[in-house]
């Protein structure tokens, strides 16, 4: 496959491979596409069913740096389609003529978190103004009150000049840096000032040293490898070794039979409509997989702990669909509550390492007993950053960590321009919007093989695998002339390792407003709107799902019926699944 698809070696650092030519960017999604589908364990090979996808778009990339994320995730949602129809087929229902993916709105979809609208007001204008307190409720425990915890997340200079290492404060940078000798109570004037104190720190260690360290105090952390580096180490082999969409039948366990979906309704008519889905996760990728499901029709109760950090302005769009609640696990009756909604869902979402969870009863085998014991199968869906074999699955990571661990930042730093081994994160929370699809579509295939085959499936998405995805030959990179003519269209400013993602976010979206301008208002058409919100009522817009089912009636048409809501907006007693209540 790899010589079907012609690249240069090494442009990019050791292991990247450029495009020697370029094709805009619906086609080359349409190629990407093809790929993957035919990479896919258990994914349709039914030409008159792949035949219906179409893309269209901008011919030319609308995120900076090398790296075709959009061709990958626009290429992912069109798979989500294809599934979606197979599963219309199952309940009786007519197909959509085409499966529709415009590529320049899966590219802002991946700022999917800053691209709304309350009361009328931009979502990052409300944030750049930290105005967000005051509409949503605060559950960041003031991570970023200060810079030196704002710089607690970043990408250092080490002793080695040519190696940089990435460290992450979980949002709560302070006792990391504490662990690491680092003066956190002397006030930083600047954000750039915090980041000089800890590279002060990281310059007299080398990339191993922080490594080290870091595995040993069960800190975030990252040395920032080259394609090379990793796909050669024993975690880089450890995560290729599994697909990269990962549907896993639990043939292991008790038979369950075959269970159809449910009857369905007149007035929703969604691929999805009557799944129940328990989610517990936290910041981005997570929440993706059961936001996707909900725009599929599923109903969806996102479990939240009061006491565990959370971004404040992900409650504007990641909550779409959802109905949430809060509980602590750690207390008897919130965990049985959980075990009881969980009794009765079709999908487990979980976001946490791999061996959390288990000791409180909801792990993979304990819900396949569970299954034994109702004789209905689960799709018990994770993500991580590392995946689930290898010496570091149940290492802790971000986003940050992923990108740098598995070389995308390497590639970006190179890209542009950037001596001495400077790595920069991706622009965008890519990787978590994209872990979160892959979850999404691991899951909607799990749901068509359990009413086919019956059965408990298990499902997991890596952030890791995400970026090792893009780097591959068989995708390709942007060739240095695409990166500067993208440079010299949207007028980014120059792009950092010292940058946080959000400070990356406001960079893209700058450029994206003056370049596309009205076309990201709210009024544009990109917008699904609810006019009462439950952020004080005011009017809420987020950004429409980017997969069009085209040809389905109304009652069948993705999206949302409700708007986001907060975190543990519901009290546990009051939820209780549509059809049961």
């Given at each position: 496959?790899?010589s ?11 292991g990247?491979?450029?495009?020697k030519?370029?094709t805009p ?8 596409f ?30 900076p ?27 009786d ?6 499966v529709?993916?415009n590529?320049?709105?899966?590219g802002?979809?991946?700022a999917?978190?800053?691209?709304g609208y ?28 200060k ?7 970043s990408i250092?200079?080490?002793?080695d ?6 460290i ?12 690491m000798?680092?003066d956190?109570?002397?006030?930083c004037n600047?954000n ?8 002060e ?11 080290m360290f870091n ?8 040395i920032?490898?080259?394609p ?9 082999k ?19 039979p075959?269970i ?16 129940k ?23 969806v109760i ?32 919130d ?7 969980i ?8 976001g ?16 396949l ?10 799709v ?24 740098t ?10 890209a ?5 081994g400077e790595?920069?994160?991706?622009s ?13 579509l ?39 002339d695409?990166?500067?003519?993208n ?19 406001f960079?893209?979206c700058?450029g ?5 301008g ?19 009522e005011?009017?809420l ?10 040809g389905?009636e109304?009652?069948g048409e ?11 907006f ?12």
């Amino acid at each position: 496959m790899a010589s079907l698809h012609p690249t240069t070696p090494d442009v990019y650092g050791p292991g990247s491979h450029t495009d020697k030519t370029f094709t805009p960017v619906p086609e080359e999604t349409q190629r990407i596409f093809n790929l993957l589908v035919s990479e896919t364990p258990g994914f349709t090979n039914n030409k008159n069913a792949l035949s219906k996808v179409r893309f269209e778009g901008d011919e030319f990339p609308v995120l900076p740096g090398p790296i075709k994320a959009v061709p990958i995730s626009s290429a992912l949602h069109a798979m989500t389609g294809v599934i979606a129809n197979e599963i219309l087929s199952q309940r009786d229902l007519p197909e959509s003529e085409s499966v529709l993916v415009n590529t320049t709105q899966v590219g802002f979809w991946f700022a999917l978190v800053g691209l709304g609208y309350v009361g009328g007001e931009n979502v990052l204008s409300l944030v750049k103004q930290q105005k967000t307190k005051s509409i949503v409720p605060d559950f960041e425990q003031g991570w970023y009150d200060k810079p030196i915890k704002y710089r607690g997340t970043s990408i250092y200079p080490t002793k080695d000049p040519k190696v940089w290492y990435a460290i992450h404060g979980s949002l709560a940078a302070e006792p990391m840096l504490k662990s690491m000798g680092i003066d956190t109570e002397t006030p930083c004037n600047s954000n750039d000032e915090a980041w000089e104190r800890i590279a002060e720190y990281t310059r007299t260690k080398s990339p191993e040293e922080l490594e080290m360290f870091n595995v040993m105090n069960g800190n975030c952390g990252s040395i920032c490898f080259t394609p090379e580096k990793w796909n050669n180490s024993e975690m880089g082999k450890a995560l290729a070794a599994r697909p990269f969409i990962d549907v896993r039948p639990q043939s292991h366990a008790a038979p369950t039979p075959r269970i159809a979906f449910p009857p369905v309704s007149s007035n929703d008519r969604r691929p999805l409509a009557g799944i129940k889905v328990v989610e517990m996760t936290r910041i981005i990728a997570g929440p993706v997989i059961g936001n996707f499901l909900a725009s599929y029709g599923a109903e969806v109760i996102r479990i939240n702990a009061e006491h565990l950090i959370d971004i404040n302005v992900m409650q504007l769009s990641l909550n779409t669909g959802k109905r949430t609640i809060g509980l602590d696990i750690r207390k008897s009756e919130d965990l049985d509550y959980l075990k009881s909604l969980i009794r009765d869902a079709d999908v487990f979402i979980q976001g946490f390492r791999i061996n959390k969870l288990p000791k409180y009863g909801l792990g993979v085998n304990d819900l396949l007993t569970m299954a034994a014991e109702r004789q209905t199968g689960y799709v018990y869906v994770s993500e991580n950053c590392y995946g689930t074999s290898g010496p570091y699955a149940e290492r802790p990571g971000w986003q940050q960590i992923a990108d740098t661990a598995a070389g995308s930042a390497s590639v970006q730093g190179r890209a542009f321009g950037l001596e001495n081994g400077e790595s920069v994160l991706p622009s965008l929370p890519i990787s978590d919007m994209t872990t979160g699809l892959v979850g999404a579509l691991g899951a909607m295939m799990a749901l068509r093989d359990r009413a086919r085959h019956g059965g408990s499936y298990h499902v997991h998405s890596s952030l890791v695998a995400v970026n090792t995805t893009g780097l591959r030959p068989e995708i390709g990179l942007y060739s240095p002339d695409i990166v500067k003519e993208n440079q010299e269209r949207f007028k980014w400013a120059p792009m950092r390792g010292a940058h946080h993602v959000f400070e990356l976010l406001f960079n893209v979206c700058d450029g994206w407003k003056q370049y596309f301008g009205q076309n990201l208002d709210e009024d544009s058409g990109l917008f699904s709107s609810f006019e009462k919100s439950a952020f004080g009522e005011k009017k809420l817009s987020v950004l429409k799902p980017c997969v069009m089912m085209v040809g389905v009636e109304k009652e069948g048409e993705l999206g949302w019926k409700t708007g986001s809501v907060p975190y543990c907006f519901e009290k546990k007693e009051d939820v209780k699944w549509a059809s049961a209540a």
